[in-house]
């Protein structure tokens, strides 16, 4: 998605979903203070450029020579640079749109029950 008008050639927003094997475990400690984890699906984070949301949603492969098989999890995956968002939240501005996305994927795959994707989402 991009602004009217904007000759910059960045989206305001990319988002994109892909069925994942696996999901990133939570440390205890995590050294990298430009990212901001939220308590939404399994794991999530907001960093420079975008946000990450890994849920629970089991996905089968289309054919035998499909590319991934069968998964238990599904990515999310939001792109959109600090400069062209304004306000004083965009961290949690961009979790709830991937939230709120993410969401509306689950409930059309059937998965809503376990992606455990909250309606609002809590601070950071």
């Known amino acids: 998605m991009y602004k009217t008008g904007d000759e910059s050639g960045k989206p ?3 988002i ?4 994942a094997q696996s999901y990133p475990k ?7 203070n430009s990212k901001v984890r939220y308590p939404v699906g399994l794991y999530a984070q907001v960093g420079r450029d975008g946000a990450d949301l890994f849920f629970r949603c089991a996905t089968g492969a289309g054919s035998k020579g499909a590319y991934i098989g069968d998964t238990k999890y599904v990515k999310a995956e939001l792109y959109s640079t600090g400069s062209q968002l ?7 501005d961009r979790m709830v749109i991937l939230n709120s996305i993410s969401r509306k994927v689950a409930e059309e795959a059937g998965c809503a029950s376990e992606a455990d994707l909250p309606t609002a989402v809590p601070d950071a």
């Open 12 to 14: 305001l927003l990319e």
């Open 16 to 19: 994109r979903f892909s069925a």
């Open 26 to 32: 939570a440390s205890g400690k995590e050294s990298d």
């Open 86 to 92: 304004r306000g004083n939240s965009v961290d949690k």
